[in-house]
């Protein structure tokens, strides 16, 4: 079930959709799901530090930023992960682009809907098999500081392209499009509210028209 309301957010609607508005959403929400496969896979790693960044155990790369310093604080493990819902789900998108405006646009609200729900859903797997751990949301390379030419790496480092079809252009941007990979952090004690989602650490946060408004997308 995707979350109605926050995909109406995501579209700018404010207050109870109309009769018109509800069966719109009704009829792109039964396209996305029929053709959308979600999928997620994650890797856990030990991390250690250094002056240079954070270092994931045996992937010979650094994590920068003083944002991705301060979402692992305090945790002892970081888990890679990487969710999707499939190149169908894009050719849905890009078919109603082309053939009708307003569907194209519920639709991909609600397909960034689902691509949130389904990196929740690999954070909740996580969770199970982690025993004793807390863990953090998930931050994606672009938030913040965090550079986004770190994406190729933690895609290789979740093996997502072999296990679930996703890739990065020369761009760094991820396809599927509706795809979502990012860092969770893992500690034995619980995780604070500096360590979760806000406003500050989104990097929409200079364009989004929910902020202009006095309000927010959460």
């Known amino acids: 079930?995707?979350?109605?309301?926050?995909?109406?957010?995501?579209?700018?609607?404010?207050?109870?959709?109309?009769?018109?508005?509800?069966?719109?959403?009704?009829?792109?929400?039964?396209?996305?799901?029929?053709?959308?496969?979600?999928?997620?896979?994650?890797?856990v790693f030990d991390i250690s530090r250094s002056e240079g960044g954070i270092e994931l155990s045996g992937c010979g790369f650094l994590l920068t930023g003083n944002d991705i310093a301060r979402h692992l604080d305090g945790c002892t493990k970081a888990a890679v992960t990487a969710a999707t819902l499939s190149a169908?789900?894009?050719?849905?998108?890009?078919?109603?682009?082309?053939?009708?405006?307003?569907?194209?646009?519920a639709a991909d609200a609600l397909a960034s809907v689902l691509a949130e729900q389904t990196s929740e859903s690999a954070r909740g797997d996580i969770l199970a098999e982690m025993?004793?751990?807390?863990?953090?949301?998930?931050?994606?390379?672009?938030?913040?500081?965090?550079?986004?030419?770190?994406?190729?790496m933690l895609i290789t480092a979740a093996d997502a392209t072999r296990k679930i079809g996703i890739s990065c252009t020369g761009s760094n941007m991820i396809t599927p499009q509706k795809s979502i990979?990012?860092?969770?952090?893992?500690?034995?004690?619980?995780?604070?509210?500096?360590?979760?989602?806000?406003?500050?650490?989104?990097?929409?946060?200079?364009?989004?028209k929910f902020r202009a408004a006095g309000g927010k997308c959460t």
């Open 181 to 208: 990979v990012g860092i969770i952090g893992l500690s034995k004690n619980e995780v604070g509210n500096k360590q979760q989602r806000s406003c500050e650490n989104c990097n929409m946060r200079e364009s989004c």
């Open 1 to 43: 079930m995707i979350d109605r309301a926050l995909a109406l957010r995501y579209m700018g609607w404010r207050g109870e959709p109309d009769e018109r508005v509800r069966a719109l959403m009704d009829e792109c929400e039964t396209e996305l799901l029929a053709a959308a496969k979600p999928r997620f896979v994650w890797r």
């Open 88 to 105: 169908d789900a894009d050719r849905l998108l890009k078919r109603l682009q082309l053939e009708d405006g307003a569907k194209a646009m």
């Open 131 to 152: 025993e004793g751990y807390s863990a953090t949301w998930c931050y994606a390379a672009g938030y913040g500081d965090f550079p986004l030419e770190i994406t190729p």
